[in-house]
């Protein structure tokens, strides 16, 4: 009814190269895992690779336990797909992964690729562009700060959105959009920060940090195959042209006085709103002390507060579509006669941001 599903069903762990017993119930659980797949209604599976220390070594031995794999998620209906995790025991790298998945030659064996594995081991991206996109099952995204501590804290506690980190994503989705994927991406973001908020505003985030980065593929490589909206360039910012106060009649003084202080002159008044500008050269602060529209409700919110601000930009018209094209909120509100709307979105923290 939501227009959701679930594509991803994960993760299956320390499957591969098992000596038996071990192998033999390794194949019970993933029965189960089966089971469980179906009730949900997703068809793909990941399996991460082995960290177990009873793992034995082997591509041909990790590529036939996956060729049976295979063969039992097929009378399913079902899909497998193989990750190198960056701490495996014996696979720690994609190109070993895929050349298990290549040994192992069956349809419902493919290979799931992870930023983070692959970047945080410096692994060099363009290997990926070789691979058949029909075996790259699905991709998952993450960045990270570049810290120099253990893989597997790192990973847990430090990922977060593509392009919010300091690892070479946009190399690493380059070269997978050169294979001609064009299935799901998917966030895989693990950090204390995500635990404790807002599931909207993670959302959100994530979905404009997908568009962001398609964009930046799109434009470097514009046969690419990934679905991204289509959008005006990044504007070029010029300057700030104001920022913009709100108070009431009783707390204004109070602010000018500051604003004097700091070697601000009053500049302007507007002719009919209760608007007045301070200026230091360049700098123009704007007080707002109407008693209506959008500064009076932020006022009864925040207080006095700086709640909006003018960025000068090479097209303003521009700036707004790729702005909303990125997930922000347009601002617009009732305008007096003789008033011009100037294009704007809602900013960080509930306030506007005109461009200009």
């Avoid at 960290?51 to 097929?74: K, Q, W």
Wanted: aromatic share 8%; glycine share 8%; with cysteine.
């Amino acid at each position: 009814d939501l227009g959701m599903e679930i594509t991803l069903f994960q993760p299956f762990r320390d499957f591969e190269g098992m000596p038996e017993p071990l192998r033999g119930r390794t194949f019970d659980r993933a029965e189960r895992k089966f089971d469980l797949m179906q009730e949900m209604g997703t068809d793909l599976v990941l399996v991460c690779s082995n960290v177990s220390p009873a793992a034995l070594g082997g591509l041909d031995r990790a590529a036939a336990d996956f060729h049976e794999l295979g063969e039992r998620a097929a009378k399913r209906g079902l899909r497998v797909g193989y990750e190198a995790l960056a701490w495996g025991r014996h696979i720690h790298d994609h190109r070993d992964a895929w050349e298990i998945v290549r040994r192992a030659d069956h349809p419902n064996i493919g290979l799931i690729l992870d930023s983070f594995h692959t970047l945080s081991r410096k692994i060099d991206v363009n290997s990926i562009r070789s691979i058949p996109k029909e075996k790259i099952f699905i991709i998952q995204l993450a960045d990270a700060p570049l810290i120099d501590m253990d893989l597997l804290y790192w990973s847990r506690h430090f990922r977060n959105m593509p392009g919010e980190g300091d690892l070479p994503v946009l190399d690493f989705m380059k070269a997978v959009a050169a294979t001609g994927y064009d299935g799901y991406l998917s966030l895989e973001i693990f950090n204390d920060q995500f635990r404790g908020g807002s599931p909207n505003a993670i959302a959100v985030d994530g979905r404009r940090s997908l568009i962001y980065l398609g964009d930046q593929v799109k434009r470097q490589q514009p046969e690419s195959a990934l679905p991204v909206p289509a959008m005006p360039p990044r504007a070029a910012v010029e300057g700030i042209a104001f920022i913009e106060f709100t108070a009431d009649e009783d707390e204004a003084p109070e602010l000018e006085a500051l604003f004097a202080s700091l070697g601000f002159r009053k500049a302007a008044k507007h002719k009919t709103k209760r608007v007045t500008v301070f200026r230091q050269g360049a700098i123009n602060l704007v007080v707002n002390t109407e008693q209506k529209g959008f500064a009076s409700a932020s006022y009864a919110v925040h207080g006095t507060s700086a709640y909006a601000a003018g960025l000068m930009v090479d097209d303003a018209e521009a700036a707004l579509q790729r702005a909303t094209a990125l997930g922000a909120e347009r601002f617009a509100q009732s305008l007096d006669a003789g008033e011009i709307e100037m294009p704007a979105v809602r900013g960080v923290g509930g306030g506007v941001l005109y461009f200009l």
